[in-house]
């Protein structure tokens, strides 16, 4: 299924992150690299209900190809309806969904995660996705499983692949641990070994040589960066000129730095129209950009201020002069 996405031989995905991985930051990471885009999640039962704010979640560009629109839900039928129209409005090249969201507001009405702990819901969602979307691919994304006791991503992936699903992407924590502790990526090689469709690493891949090391150690076909993305998009390119060379490049100067964020902070800003909003939008952002930056600290302090590019401008020329 990958190669019919992409000619990369093993294909670097940004993770969906909710608030994050917008059509803007993902355009970014299109630039550094990254070969497939999956949307933020959205509510299928925001499409079911012609939600206006949840179609603005699937606004894409075409450069951001190949792009799959993940969903979230618990009724098998809705779920289907909402993925037939996606493919019908926006015509994405493959519909995910998601069955690791452990945040309580998704999990309480049976969506995300808590179909991890329920064989027969999580079977009866993909069959009705797959079947709704036929020719197009379906996706799952998923975790190791509920809890320590209960790890069951090999059975639960075996069942995916059976119901039709065409790849599926394993965050290597439990619903339980949220995102502390570490991914346990004996589990996604498990899961890599159990199944013949393509089986996506994903959990603390920090930097190229993790990436290295994860595609050497397990059978992954594919990896997908969340976190380590969020700063530093610069790791996709990263990635990839390690794989050419042997040699990861060097990091990006504190310039370099600040043309990226001046540039993702004014394509914000136009998006969203109010700058103060929009700005205030970005601040979580300019922190994660600020590490690795000379200085970080004193930068953080004035980001969680920061509410107009005028303001930004100011910063970047004091940290530039005292570089
Ligand atoms: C802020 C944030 C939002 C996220 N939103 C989603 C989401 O909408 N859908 C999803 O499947 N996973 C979501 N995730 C989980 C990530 O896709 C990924 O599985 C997780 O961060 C582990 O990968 P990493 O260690 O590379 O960050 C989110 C994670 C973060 C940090």
Not at 82 to 111: E, H, M, S, T, Y
Not at 115 to 139: E, G, K, N, S
Not at 181 to 201: F, H, L, Q, S, Y
């Amino acid at each position: 299924m990958l190669s019919r996405l992409t000619p990369s031989a093993f294909p670097l995905f940004l993770a969906p992150m909710a608030g994050v991985s917008d059509t803007v930051f993902r355009q970014i990471c299109k630039r550094f690299g990254a070969d497939v885009m999956v949307t933020e999640f959205v509510s299928a039962e925001g499409i079911f209900h012609r939600n206006r704010r949840t179609s603005a979640y699937l606004e894409f560009a075409p450069m951001e190809r190949p792009l799959g629109v993940q969903l979230f839900g618990a009724d098998p039928e809705h779920l289907a309806l909402a993925a037939r129209q996606v493919v019908d409005w926006v015509g994405p090249d493959f519909i995910d969904l998601n069955f690791g969201c452990p945040v309580n507001k998704v999990v309480c009405k049976n969506g995300g995660s808590a179909l991890l702990r329920d064989a027969p819901l999580l079977v009866a969602v993909a069959a009705a996705v797959v079947h709704a979307c036929a020719p197009l691919p379906v996706t799952a994304k998923i975790r190791t499983g509920w809890d320590a006791s209960s790890i069951n991503a090999v059975d639960n992936a075996r069942r995916l692949e059976d119901a039709g699903i065409a790849a599926i992407a394993v965050h290597g924590r439990t619903k339980s641990q949220g995102y502390s502790g570490e991914a346990d990526w004996d589990v996604i090689a498990a899961v890599a070994g159990a199944v013949t469709i393509p089986v996506i690493g994903n959990g603390d891949l920090r930097c190229a040589e993790d990436v290295v090391k994860r595609r050497n150690e397990t059978g992954i076909a594919a990896a997908m960066i969340g976190r380590a993305a969020m700063g530093h998009p610069w790791i996709f390119s990263e990635i990839k000129t390690y794989w050419r060379t042997g040699v990861v490049p060097p990091p990006p100067t504190d310039a370099v730095r600040w043309e990226l964020i001046r540039e993702h902070c004014a394509a914000v800003v136009a998006r969203r129209g109010n700058e103060a909003t929009a700005m205030a939008s970005m601040r979580a952002r300019l922190m994660a950009y600020s590490r690795g930056m000379n200085g970080s600290r004193h930068l953080r302090e004035q980001f969680s201020s920061v509410d107009s590019l005028a303001g930004l401008e100011e910063i970047a020329a004091r940290h530039l002069a005292a570089d």
